[in-house]
């Protein structure tokens, strides 16, 4: 058995995003991952070869998807669910607070 909180150990200050497996069974991997203030590169876009749903816990961030014309804004409590190869990138991420978001990689 395992346990914890998702918003424990939490750097206000990290110069880095913080990627944590929490959960990795066949088929799926379930991370919390902590920004604080960061975004992808400028060009940069994830591309991946499995979908995955996210939801944003707490702080505050701009996901672009390719496609959209503007930048979805999301708050705690809001998800997506993003099929496989659509690609996307976090335009930004609040930062006077940690934005914890928890990712189910599956498919």
């Known amino acids: ?3 914890g909180n998702l ?3 939490l750097q206000p200050d990290a110069a880095e995003e913080q990627f944590s497996t ?3 069974q066949a088929g799926f991997t379930l991370e919390r991952i902590v920004s604080t203030g960061q975004a992808s590169p400028p060009g940069f876009w994830y591309d991946q070869d499995r979908a995955e749903w996210v939801v944003l816990l707490r702080g505050s961030a701009g996901l672009e998807v390719e496609g959209e014309a503007e930048p ?3 708050r705690p409590g809001d998800w997506v669910h993003i099929p496989a190869h659509a690609r996307h990138r976090v335009a930004w991420t609040a930062a006077d607070e ?3 978001w928890l990712a189910l990689h599956h498919g």
């Open 1 to 3: 058995m395992k346990a």
């Open 7 to 9: 918003f424990d150990a």
């Open 22 to 24: 929490l959960l990795e």
């Open 72 to 74: 979805r804004t999301l």
């Open 98 to 100: 940690p934005t914890v």
